[in-house]
């Protein structure tokens, strides 16, 4: 079974910009939660996507949005870049279950 | 908030000995992950727990979630090369929807 796979794995960008991620999940899992991982910071979860809705959301600014298809594939918008936004980008699947399964990650630097 | 406190922040071992970690925290948690990160890589799930008392081994690795459900351990036992990254523990929110809480990592390293 293919894993999760996150695309594209490495974008650069500049402030003011915005930027569109893509996760497509494990096949048969229904759930896709973002996170951002920074040295300083850790991994912090982002949002989570259920069937479509955004079931829970994470201490983020508004810029920070997502969205799920109907084939769980999930998108995330970043808007108005700014430089603290430079980390790399986790999408993780879980069938509705607590094990979460990463992708690689999108490492987005923003100059 | 919810927060996991991981122990070691950082560790240098020798090929072949073998490791400790743990994490802790305030709040009961029903399920205990491990999670293993290699540089530039996704977290790669390692073992989940879901029983308080409980230990579960995946090859040389053991982990056990506390009988107090607030912490869990894990054990590498000799060591090898591609031991080598950050190990996370992870649990889910007390409200059972999907967030994952991370630790703050352990950085296992080996010296020749």
């Known amino acids: 079974k293919a894993g999760v796979t996150q695309t594209p794995r490495y974008l650069i960008k500049t402030r003011g910009q915005q930027v569109t991620l893509s996760c497509s999940p494990i096949s048969g899992h229904r759930s896709v939660s973002w996170y951002q991982q920074t040295p300083g910071q850790g991994l912090q979860f982002l949002f989570e996507?259920?069937?479509?809705?955004?079931?829970n959301k994470g201490n983020f600014p508004g810029r920070f949005s997502g969205r799920q298809f109907s084939n769980s594939r999930s998108e995330m918008n970043v808007s108005t870049l700014e430089l603290g936004d430079s980390a790399l980008y986790l999408c993780a699947s879980s069938f509705d279950g607590n094990e979460q399964f990463f992708g690689p990650g999108t490492r987005l630097t923003v100059l | 908030g919810q927060q996991l406190n991981q122990s070691p922040q950082s560790m240098f071992i020798q090929e072949g000995e073998d490791v400790s970690m743990n994490c802790t925290s305030s709040?009961?948690?029903?399920?205990w992950l491990w999670y293993k990160q290699d540089p530039g890589e996704g977290p790669v799930l390692l073992i989940a727990?879901?029983?308080?008392?409980e230990l579960t081994s995946n090859g040389r690795l053991t982990a056990q979630f506390g009988i107090t459900r607030k912490d869990s351990f894990l054990n590498i036992s000799a060591s090898i090369p591609s031991d080598v990254g950050i190990y996370f523990c992870a649990a889910p929110s007390s409200f059972g929807n999907e967030k994952l809480t991370f630790g703050t990592g352990t950085r296992l390293t080996i010296i020749p």
């Open positions: 709040s009961i948690f029903n399920t």
């Open positions: 996507y259920f069937s479509e809705t955004q079931r």
């Open positions: 727990l879901y029983k308080a008392g």
